[in-house]
Each structure stands twice: as C-alpha cells, then as structure tokens.
C-alpha cells in the first residue's frame, strides 16, 4: 500500500484542504509575555495543588535563519519551544501571544508547521524510502500533487539529507539492526521536510549523536536556513563548529530569557557584564557557565537576585529593542485573524485507512514472531486439548467429567491465549501521538487499521485452526451445523478477550499496569463462571457476580441435571452477550485513544 505513491495518479474528489501556510521565505515568529505554568502536587499523598512557573514572562523575535535557544539542563528551553510550537497543554498558558508573521497563531500551528522530536519516532519496520513516502501519501494533498509529484518529493528529500546509501534499508527494531543514528535523525527531519515547511522546530537535534554526525545535522539545517527556512531548535552543549552557525540566540534559565540576540554578539555582551571568555573556550561553555552562575563576574552592578542576568538582560537595549517591535506588532494586530483554526486533514479518511492499514500489515508480515507463536500456540494447544479428551466415552462419569474439563480448557485457552493482545496499543503509543498530533491521520483511522489487521489474521483465523483440531480429535458430534456453532462461540470467546485486552491496552502506557488490569477481570470470571465453584452454594451476595452457567454445554442430561437453559435463545443469549461485551470494550479503547494526552 505504501507503494501507492508511485501508483494512484487520479485526482482527489474529497473536500479536505490543508492550509497553505507559510511559504518559503520562512515566517517571523514572535511572541510575547509567554507565562507558562504546571500543576504540581504538595507532597505524594496530598490532595493540594500549587502552580510552579517554568516559563516566566517571555517575550522574544525568530527571524528566517538558525534560532537556537540554549539553556541549563531543566531551564524551560524544550518547554518555550514547545509552546511556541504549539505542542505544549495550552492548558498552561496563562498569558501571553505567539504570532506567525504577525497574525495570532492557535495551537493548530502544530498540524501545519514541522517538529522534530528529540526520540527518533519511526516505524522501525519500514525502510527510509517507505516512511518517507509515508509520511508524503498522507501529508501532502491528493488534489495538488500526483503520485509521480511525491514519488519525486521523496526523492528529492533523499537526495537532499544525503540518504541515497540507506534509503531502502530498514530504520531498524528492537530485534533487527537498522540504519545509524544518524541516519535515522536525518530520515525524521526527512518526514517533516516532505511537506517542505518554511518553519521548522527540533528538539535537541544533535542529542545522543557523535560530534561529526552531529556537525552533519546542523549543517544540513544551515543549509536550509540559508534557503530562507525559519529553523528553531533547542541544543544543549554544542561544540564550536556547530555554535557558529548560529544567526540569533535565546540563553534561558530557570525560565527567563537571560540574553537574546545575533549569536555573534552573545560574547561581548557578556564581557560589559565583566565576565570573560577564556581564550580556546567554547562559547557555548561559557555561556551556560554564566547561565548557571559557575562563572562570577567582576562588575559591582550584579544585584542580589535570584536570577539576576535576567533582570540584567529585562534592562538591556537587546531586550527594549525586542519590546519596541513586539509593541509595534500589537498596536497593528487584528485578533479576528488568526491563522490554524482552517487546518484539515491532507487526505480523506478511507484513503488514510488504507495507507495506514497497509503499513500495520506490512510491520506484521516483517515482525511475525508474535503471529507465528499466537499460531504455533494455537496449533499446540489444540492437540494437547485433542490427545489429552482423545475420543470422549459417551458413559458416565467421563462423558460428563470430560467433556466438562475439555470445554473449560477450550476458553480458558481463548482467553489467556489472547493476552498478547494488550502490547497493542502500548508498544505504539508514543509513535500514534506522534503521527496523530502531527496531522497524518485521524484516531479513528489508526484504530480501525488496527483492528482489521490485528482481529483478523491474529485472532480468527487461529481459533479456526485450534477449534478444528481438538473437536475431531475428541470425537465430538460429526456435524457440520453443530460444528460451526462451536467455532462461533470460540471466536466470540476469543473477540471478547481481545477487546478486553485492546480496552486495557488504550488505557495505559506501560505493560506492568496492563498486565495486573487484565488479569484482574479473567480471575473473576474464572471463580465466578459457575465451574470451579458450585454455584448453589455461593454466597446470595456474590452471586451478582455469576455469569450465565449455559457456557457449560455438556450434553442434554447435565443441562437438565444444572437446569441449564438449552433451547435456541439460552443458546444464542451467550453469542448476545459475548457480541455486547466485545462491542463496549471496542467502543471504549476508541474512547479512550482519542482521550490520550497528546500534550507535553
Ligand atoms: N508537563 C510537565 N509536567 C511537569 N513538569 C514539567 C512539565 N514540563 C516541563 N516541566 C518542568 O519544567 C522545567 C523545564 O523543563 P524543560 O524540559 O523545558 O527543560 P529543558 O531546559 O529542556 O531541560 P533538558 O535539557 O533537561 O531537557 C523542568 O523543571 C521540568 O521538570
């Protein structure tokens, strides 16, 4: 499917547009008295809240060009930039503008600008080529570009990043080696230039590569700069080559702008503040040297504050120079326009729900260990069923005793065999915030794409496998309507704990808490199924809990002997009551995937 790039060359009839934003040259960002804050609890236990600031009244100018901002770890460098990106809670701002171009932007900015994330976030599965022809099917309009205008603009950006070694080799997994890191950090930026942005935010690019690769990177966002792109990233401790780069540098520190300027002016501002830089110092040293107050100055005006270069810097011409031409921009805004608020999506949704459907296929078939065993254990389980009820005397005790252990052991199967089901949603977690923040694809999509392709060939097509085995090996009734009744009811067994098992996976983001959630459930079922107690003697308060004894179909004289309803409705009132249960756990992941915080 991801090869539709180069197939589908018809135009598009939907009515989605994405908004045109900021064409090349890149856009002024500007914003103005950004006060950000959190919620953080008094203590572990308690039940007040108090608001910490981590932005404090930030106001600053991005012009076309390399916008870096760098600070001490936990100074607010990621937090303005997400908040200028529009990737942060706007929850949390409690005052403050960010205009693109001098027009108010919403937090929409994020569906139609590019961010690249500090953690590389590819499907490790696909080679560069297929994410970026990803990323190309479903982020570039149908209308305004052919399958031979993204095939191109794939290319282009592989030749561009300096990709053409490794663009058909896998971005790699867990379990399979890929491409090098710094492959993988230019195939990410690859998936933000595809759609040719003038306005480009990273995260901490060069964090966790070695010196040279970092150096490529930045030089490759230099180049894109010098084309007029607007580049905005955060860095830590870059090495000279790399700080000289810069045009404009923000210094932040414990949230507030500490200087802010051409990157080449940095060092002589703070040498009138009577600090000096060593001769052979890294600049960017010595500035977060500053920064942290591990370097004094000599200057009597230093005040007694907590922060004082950013009450120095608040004085600065720099700064009163910024606050003349934000005021500027005020006095001639119009708040009735505001850019973001047109953004849509760049393809209609049963477009999206193939190429996305196709890509979970494809990471299937190339990750099949978990089909294979989910198989494997199906097939193994349903001899070991077969050999140990091999051919089920019909006299009693057995035919009651056995037929009784064997249907128990068949669910019983069903439902712990499906707990592999609850990595679903988790293993992918931060890859669909990822994407689904980003604009590539709505929620219902992704959930969709992953119940096609996970119910079906994971899920029903085992159980066939498994049903059929033990049932002609135990010798059970040779009848073809009888027999698709038990297979029915095995699947729906099998449906019901899967979307139990999607339901716990879309809650939570870790395995440990998915585990004990779905256990939990199982557990009380198991008790409570009218099996491994006798359900006359469970207590009357309890017995709310028991679920209908019909499940235990074991002949004619024990459903009478329990008083078991066999008729065609006590029948067809479990396969109602399994469909129930599978379409409110269904209904519900898809609630709760769209209530995931996608917010930093
Ligand atoms: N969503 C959040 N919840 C709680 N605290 C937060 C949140 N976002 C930011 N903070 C806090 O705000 C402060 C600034 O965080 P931020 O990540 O912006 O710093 P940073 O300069 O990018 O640090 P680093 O270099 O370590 O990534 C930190 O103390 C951080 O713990």
Not at 93 to 112: A, E, F, H, M, P
Not at 388 to 393: A, E, G, N
Request: charged content about 20%; glycine content about 6%.
């Amino acid at each position: 499917m991801l090869d539709e790039v180069a197939l589908n060359a018809q135009p598009s009839t939907d009515k989605e547009e994405t908004m045109p934003c900021f064409q090349t040259p890149g856009p002024t960002l500007t914003f103005h008295n950004l006060r950000y804050s959190i919620k953080e609890r008094l203590g572990m236990f308690s039940m007040q809240w108090v608001e910490k600031d981590i932005l404090k009244d930030v106001s600053g100018i991005m012009n076309p060009g390399m916008n870096a901002i760098m600070g001490p770890t936990g100074s607010g460098k990621t937090s303005l930039l997400d908040v200028i990106a529009g990737r942060k809670d706007p929850r949390g701002l409690k005052s403050g503008q960010v205009l693109v171009d001098n027009t108010i932007v919403t937090s929409d900015l994020r569906l139609c600008s590019a961010y690249v994330v500090q953690n590389d976030i590819l499907m490790g599965t696909l080679t560069v080529r297929e994410n970026l022809a990803f990323s190309a099917n479903l982020r570039l309009s149908r209308k305004e570009y052919s399958s031979a205008d993204k095939q191109m603009r794939v290319d282009s950006v592989i030749q561009e990043l300096g990709l053409n070694d490794c663009a058909d080799t896998k971005i790699g997994t867990m379990f399979l080696r890929g491409v090098s890191g710094g492959e993988k950090k230019r195939c990410s930026i690859g998936m933000e230039l595809i759609t040719a942005p003038s306005l480009l935010f990273l995260d901490e690019p060069t964090t966790g590569l070695d010196a040279n690769t970092a150096n490529s990177i930045m030089e490759l966002l230099q180049k894109l700069s010098k084309k007029g792109k607007t580049v905005i990233f955060s860095i830590h401790q870059p090495r000279y080559s790399i700080f000289s780069q810069f045009d404009h540098l923000t210094l932040i520190n414990k949230g507030e702008i500490t200087y802010a300027g051409a990157a080449n002016r940095a060092i002589s501002y703070f040498e009138d503040l009577g600090y000096k830089c060593e001769p052979f110092n890294n600049p960017a040293d010595f500035f977060l040297d500053v920064t942290n107050g591990t370097k004094c100055s000599n200057s009597d005006e230093m005040v007694e504050n907590d922060n004082p270069l950013a009450v120095i810097y608040r004085k600065s011409p720099n700064f009163l120079n910024v606050k003349d031409r934000l005021t500027h921009i005020s006095d001639a805004l119009d708040p009735e326009v505001t850019k973001g608020d047109r953004v849509g999506y760049a393809t209609p949704f049963y477009y999206q729900l193939m190429l996305v459907s196709g890509r979970t296929i494809r990471n299937i078939l190339r990750n099949p260990q978990t089909s294979y065993a989910q198989l494997f254990l199906n097939i193994f389980f349903g001899i070991l069923v077969g050999l140990i009820y091999y051919q089920i005397p019909h006299t009693l005790p057995e035919a009651l005793q056995n037929r009784t252990g064997a249907f128990f052991f068949l669910v019983i199967n069903m439902v712990f065999g499906n707990l592999s089901a609850v990595e679903l949603f988790i293993s992918e977690r931060v890859l669909f915030i990822h994407e689904n923040s980003s604009g590539f694809y709505r929620t219902s999509v992704y959930f969709l794409s992953k119940v096609f392709a996970d119910l079906l060939p994971n899920r029903i097509l085992p159980v066939f496998i498994f049903s059929a085995i033990p049932y002609f090996m135990m010798g059970l009734k040779p009848d073809v309507e009888v027999f698709f009744l038990y297979c029915v009811t095995l699947s729906m067994v099998s449906l019901s704990a899967v979307s139990l098992a999607f339901l716990v996976s879309a809650s939570v983001g870790s395995f440990a808490m998915a585990n004990i959630l779905i256990a939990l459930p199982y557990v009380v079922m198991m008790v409570f199924g009218g099996f491994l107690v006798n359900l006359n003697s469970m207590l009357s308060w309890m017995s709310w809990l028991n679920s209908n004894p019909t499940k235990l179909m074991t002949g004619d004289m024990y459903l009478d002997h329990q008083e078991i309803d066999y008729s065609l409705w006590g029948f067809w009132q479990n396969q109602v009551a399994l469909t129930g249960i599978m379409c409110v756990c269904l209904i519900l992941s898809y609630v709760q995937l769209r209530r995931i915080n996608r917010w930093k």
